[in-house]
C-alpha cells in the first residue's frame, strides 16, 4: 500500500459546483496534514494546512479523519481558477521528510 | 524577497554528461530538500538536508550527490547523466518541522 494515495482523476466538474477530493495515508503516526496546489509546469504551493478539527479558507474546507486516516478537501462554488492538481502532503512525527500523493487532477468546466 | 532560486530553468544533457543544478534560499530556512517530478505522478524526495554539513537520502539517491556547506545552498549533482533521469527537479526548504515547503520555479532536465 502507497503511503499517501490520491485519486488521480482527472475530475471534471462545472463551474460553481461542489467537489471534494480525499486522501489516505497509511501511517497512524503521521502527525501534520497539508494540501498542496500545483498548476501546469508550476510549481507546488501551499494550498492549507489540516488541522485535527477540520478548518475552513473561504471556499476551501480540509477536514482530517485520524480513526480511517484520511483527509479531506472541498471546494465550493468551483472556479474556473480552481483548476489545478491538488497534492496531498503528510509528515510522519519525528521525520523531517514530507511525502506527496500524486495528486488529483481537476478541471473546471466553464 | 527571492524565496528559492534553481539555476538553470532547462537543460539539455548527452548520456554520461554530468551537472549540477543549483539551490539557494534567502529565508534562513535550515530545512533544503530535492524532488524530481516525472510527467504525471508525484514528487519524490532525493536528498535533504536539515542544516549545513548535514544530508541524508530520500527515496531515489542512485546518480545524484548533494552538498550543504552553507545555509543558502544546497546543490544537487548528476553523475553520469541517464534518460531515465529526464524529469522536472524541485528544490525546497522549509523552517524545522514547519509544514510549508517552499518551492523552487523547477529545473526542466532532459537527457538524450
Known amino acids: 500500500r502507497k503511503e499517501v494515495e490520491q485519486d488521480p482523476g482527472p475530475f471534471n466538474v462545472p463551474e460553481g459546483a461542489t467537489v471534494a477530493f480525499n486522501c489516505t495515508y497509511s501511517n497512524s503516526a503521521s502527525q501534520s496534514f497539508f494540501w498542496y496546489r500545483q498548476d501546469c509546469r508550476k510549481e507546488p504551493k501551499l494550498l492549507m494546512s489540516v488541522y485535527s478539527s477540520g478548518n475552513e479558507d473561504g471556499r476551501f474546507t480540509a477536514q482530517l479523519n485520524r480513526a480511517s486516516q484520511y483527509i479531506s478537501l472541498l471546494i465550493r462554488d468551483s472556479k474556473l481558477s480552481d483548476s489545478a492538481t491538488y497534492l496531498c502532503?503528510?509528515?510522519?512525527?519525528?521525520?523531517?521528510?514530507?511525502?506527496f500523493g500524486t495528486g488529483t487532477r481537476l478541471t473546471i468546466i466553464p | 524577497n527571492a524565496g528559492v532560486t534553481q539555476t538553470p530553468k532547462f537543460r539539455i544533457l548527452k548520456i554520461g554528461q554530468s551537472m549540477t543544478l543549483q539551490c539557494t534560499q534567502d529565508m534562513n530556512h535550515n530545512y533544503m530538500y530535492w524532488y524530481r517530478q516525472d510527467p504525471g505522478m508525484g514528487l519524490k524526495l532525493i536528498y535533504y538536508?536539515?542544516?549545513?554539513?548535514?544530508?541524508d537520502k530520500g527515496e531515489v539517491p542512485n546518480g545524484y550527490n548533494v552538498s550543504r556547506s552553507t545555509t543558502e545552498d544546497f546543490p544537487l549533482r548528476l553523475e553520469l547523466a541517464a534518460p531515465s533521469q529526464t524529469s522536472v527537479y524541485f528544490c525546497a526548504s522549509s523552517y524545522p518541522s514547519g509544514g510549508e515547503l517552499f518551492f523552487g520555479e523547477g529545473s526542466r532536465l532532459t537527457v538524450l
Open positions: 538536508s536539515v542544516g549545513a554539513g548535514i544530508t
Open positions: 502532503v503528510v509528515r510522519d512525527f519525528g521525520n523531517e521528510k514530507l511525502t
